[in-house]
């Protein structure tokens, strides 16, 4: 690399008022590519936490992330399953307590995690040809607010989750409010929309 062959580039003073950019929100049908719903983990990096972390502060970095999933990993960075905001913040906090006793704050994600032997996935080859509304459908038939796509190294056989549905981002872009707690209600009201 020659340094004479570079220039530097002219430079202005940022006006009072700007702001950062924010990405667009691409609107899409249930007849819409399935892969235009997804957050690709090959642009987007996971969002992810120890399964040693404190209920509160796993629901911190949700909050800071912008996200109502977290990627349960090792130090190694293999996936241990998943622990979700519904996790964190429902019910199933006091549950874990009335059955074994302590207090909210001796809880750790390992305590309410989904484990990974326990999550569903569809096959990234079948998101390639999918709609949005097999997706949602997918997620209906499961009752859940998250779907992961996964696939694997063609030369190690390891699995990778390569990216995930949420049916609130659905439900965004395909211009539904949706509340992300009632998985009933938000399926209801995108079936809704989808029919109009």
């Known amino acids: 690399m020659q340094r004479s062959s570079f220039k530097p580039l002219d430079t202005r003073k940022l006006t009072f008022g700007a702001r950062p950019q924010r990405p667009t929100l691409k609107r899409i049908q249930a007849d819409s590519p399935a892969v235009e719903a997804m957050t690709d983990l090959n642009l987007v990096p996971a969002a992810t936490v120890g399964p040693e972390v404190s209920l509160d502060h796993a629901t911190e970095i949700m909050i800071v992330r912008g996200v109502r999933l977290l ?74 607010q998250h779907l992961l796509a996964a696939t694997r190294d063609a030369q190690t056989g390891r699995q990778y989750v390569r990216g995930i549905f949420s049916a609130t981002q659905i439900g965004r872009q395909l211009g539904v409010p949706v509340q992300p707690f009632e998985v009933a209600r938000t399926f209801a009201e995108i079936e809704a929309a989808l029919v109009h």
């Open 71 to 144: 990627f349960v990993i090792d130090a190694d960075g293999a996936l241990l399953g998943l622990i979700t905001a519904r996790d964190t913040l429902g019910e199933r906090p006091m549950q874990v307590l009335n059955g074994r006793g302590g207090n909210r704050s001796d809880l750790t994600v390992a305590d309410l995690m989904t484990k990974v032997e326990d999550i569903d996935v569809i096959d990234w080859h079948d998101v390639e040809r999918a709609r949005v509304g097999d997706v949602l459908e997918t997620l209906r038939r499961l009752g859940r």
